[in-house]
């Protein structure tokens, strides 16, 4: 974090990312003395509604962030800067998305949680586009254009108004991750009985053990004996209304509609109050850590892993045997995931796996036959691209293997 009297003195000269929280209405000027070398100007956090024409000036700029703010519409001049290609402007208050506000090298648009009814036709003439989250608005429809985009692997569109299934989406050669249940066309019989709702006052939460976007993860302990659950559980605590991947409501019925996997978080109780929404499940063991990173700022949609992190190719194919029978399971029970990567996965010392974090997944079986299969195929290249990833850790004296020949020309 920067400071505008950081800024202002001539101290940051020469940085390639700056980021400043300070409460400001307006735009500082004087970030434009760093057009020389600025490529990551972040001002999310403050109350700006607008951008000056003068950013132009800013010829080096590749990711701006404005989350946060109070900015009604996306500013037009973003569409003039010739390197900009990631544009985030989450919990603003957009209405409106002109078709000159969009950049040509756009590769990256996060737009979650406004108010915007129509998108432009300029969005569909973005072929560099990857990665497209519109969680959280108004859209009825989208526009025809988005066919085109041949590029675009990762589309969040839940909790919209849209009215009906957006076909195209189907054909798009490289989507693997979508996401779109909270929309009116979403009809689907509640899974909500699958397991027993209870009380919040049924546990005490202790430890946090981790946190998402749809909400924090603690350790708990079980205090009601009507119930036969183990003395030590996990609990997940969903935030607010709505996230970058949708509502929690829909987030825990997916949940809940996926059933009971050896290789799925296990899910045991609900806890459903005014403003208290919780998932209560089985803890992991302790040894279980997270099998990768996620994406970066560079890598757009494919995940990271520790540097010098490697396995050997026998761990690899177990784990990719275990995946495989989780995506057939979970369409099986017509669940999209929408979110199938290694850092949403666990695994221990000895390539046992457990899959989780169903903030992205979608109920899908009232959907015609030829969509669900569609959305199969969707979900079937982010199973690919698992593997892919995962083989670019594979130990080095394994990749000359039949193993790892056999994964490399795996298709679901």
Known sequence: MHTLEQLKSGQLKGIKRLKLSEGLTEFPLEILELADSLEILDLSGNQLSELPQQLTQLTNLRIIFASNNLFTHLPDVLGSLPKLEMVGFKTNQIKTVSEESLPVQLRWLILT?????VLPNSL?????????????NQLRTLPESMENLSNLELVRLSANQLTEFPEFLIKLPKLAWLAFAGNPFCKHPSSLDNVPAVSSQCYSLNQVLGQGASGVISHANWLNSDFDFPQEVAVKVFKGEVTSDGYPHDELEACLQAGHHSNLVKSIAQVDEQDYLALVMELIPSNYYNLGLPPTLETCTRDTFPEGFELPIAQIDNIVTQMIDVFNHLHDNKVCHGDLYAHNTLVNEQGQMIFGDFGAATIYGYLTEEQQQGIRRI????????????????????????????????HA
């Open 113 to 117: 949680d406004n108010a915007i009814e």
């Open 379 to 410: 979900e079937a290249r982010a199973l690919k691209y698992f593997i892919e990833d995962l083989l670019t850790v594979c130990s080095t004296g394994d990749i000359d293997s039949e193993l790892y020949k056999k994964l490399e020309n795996y």
């Open 124 to 136: 569909g003439e973005r072929p560099r586009l990857q990665k497209l989250a519109l969680a959280g």
